[in-house]
């Protein structure tokens, strides 16, 4: 099946929050991706169209508040991700 499009984007709910982790245009490096991410919560891939492109995107949520989702964005920086 193919992905939606996403025309708009709407505000996050604090039951909704995600960090994005990366975003791959392969499905194969995106899932190797949320495989090193174990011990953050709950990690999935997700796709959607950047400039009309195909990507697949890592993110790990949905998370309870947005003290957690700073720390989550902080230990990924701590691993060497980018910010």
Do not use: C, K, W
Not at 23 to 50: H, I
Not at 70 to 80: M, Q, T, W
């Amino acid at each position: 099946a193919e992905p939606e499009r996403f025309a708009r984007r709407t505000p996050a709910s604090s039951s909704r929050l995600f960090v994005q982790a990366a975003s791959f245009v392969t499905r194969d490096e995106a899932e190797r991706m949320r495989r090193r991410l174990t011990g953050l919560g709950r990690t999935g891939v997700y796709t959607a169209y950047v400039d009309d492109q195909l990507r697949y995107r890592v993110r790990v949520g949905p998370l309870a508040t947005p003290e957690r989702s700073e720390s989550v964005r902080a230990a990924l920086v701590r691993r060497g991700y980018g910010d």
